[in-house]
């Protein structure tokens, strides 16, 4: 178990903050955006259509 106050040590203290600037900086994955595409429906009917256009490829478009 850690504690609050401790960090990570070694090769880990140096790229902690790489990669939070590449996550931070890196585009939205496919399925990052897909998900908040689909986080956006309205309804049962709403959210049904667009797994619908995800499927047959229309929202990579």
């Known amino acids: 178990m850690r504690n609050a106050s401790s960090k990570p040590k070694g090769p880990k203290i140096m790229f902690t903050p790489l990669r ?21 429906s309205v309804s049962n009917v709403d959210l049904e259509f667009r797994q619908r256009e995800i499927d047959r490829g229309l929202f990579r478009r």
């Open 20 to 40: 939070k600037i590449a996550r931070a900086v890196r585009g939205k994955t496919t399925q990052e955006r897909e998900f908040e595409y689909l986080s956006a």
